[in-house]
C-alpha cells in the first residue's frame, strides 16, 4: 500500500516538473501572430553581434557536404531588416518590403521634408546593402502599393504571382526609384 502510494507521488511529481520545464512558446506564437509588426518588441543578442564569423573547410569535406547542402535565405528576415533600418531614418512613418526570390518590393508612407527622391534614394541603398546583388529593388512612395505587397506576404516563390507582382513594379516605376537606381 505505501508502495503504490509512494510511486504514485513520485510519478505524480515527475509530470508536474515535466511540465514546467517545457519551451515557453509566447514568443514564437507572438512571431507567428504578428510577423508584420515592424514595432515588436525584438531580442538582441549581443553575444552574437560582438562575436566574429569564420568558417574554414578543405575541398575534401565541401565535396561530401555538397549533395545536402545548398545556400538558402531568410527572405522574412531580410525584409524585416530593410525595413526597420529605413524606419531609422527621420522622414519615414511606414514602410512596408517584400523580399522574393528575384526582387525586393518596398512601398513607403514619408513624412516631413524628405524629398521623393532621397527618400527613394534611402530605400534603394538601405536594401542593396542587405541584400546579394542579383535582387532587383524597386521603391515606391505610394501608401496604396502597401497593401499590395502586404496582400503577397504569405505566398510562395513558385512564381504563380508573377502578374501580379509585375503589376505592382510597374506601379512602383511610376515613382522615383533613387539617385543611382533608374530602372
Do not use: W
Not at 502510494?5 to 516538473?17: A, K, P, Q
Not at 526597420?84 to 511606414?94: A, H, K, V
Not at 546583388?133 to 508573377?162: G, K, M
Not at 516605376?173 to 533613387?178: D, E, I, S
Amino acid at each position: 500500500m505505501y508502495k503504490k502510494n509512494g510511486l504514485l507521488i513520485i510519478l505524480l511529481g515527475l509530470f508536474i516538473i515535466g511540465g514546467c520545464t517545457g519551451n515557453n512558446n509566447a514568443t514564437q506564437t507572438e512571431d507567428i501572430s504578428d510577423p508584420l509588426n515592424p514595432d515588436r518588441e525584438t531580442e538582441r543578442n549581443t553575444e552574437f553581434n560582438e562575436k566574429l564569423g569564420y568558417v574554414h573547410f578543405s575541398k575534401d569535406e565541401i565535396d561530401v557536404e555538397e549533395e545536402t547542402r545548398s545556400a538558402t535565405i531568410d527572405r522574412n528576415q531580410y525584409a524585416d531588416m530593410i525595413t526597420r533600418t529605413i524606419l531609422q531614418n527621420d522622414g519615414f512613418d511606414e514602410v512596408a518590403t517584400l523580399v522574393t526570390d528575384q526582387e525586393v518590393l518596398i512601398a513607403y508612407e514619408k513624412s516631413g521634408d524628405l524629398g521623393s527622391e532621397e527618400a527613394a534614394d534611402i530605400a534603394v541603398k538601405t536594401a542593396e546593402s542587405f541584400m546579394p546583388r542579383f535582387f532587383e529593388v524597386y521603391v515606391s512612395d505610394n501608401p496604396a502599393l502597401i497593401h499590395d505587397i502586404q496582400s503577397l506576404h504569405n505566398s510562395t516563390t513558385n512564381r504563380n504571382y508573377d502578374n501580379t507582382i509585375n503589376q505592382i513594379i510597374k506601379e512602383m516605376k511610376k515613382t522615383p526609384q533613387g539617385m543611382t537606381n533608374n530602372k
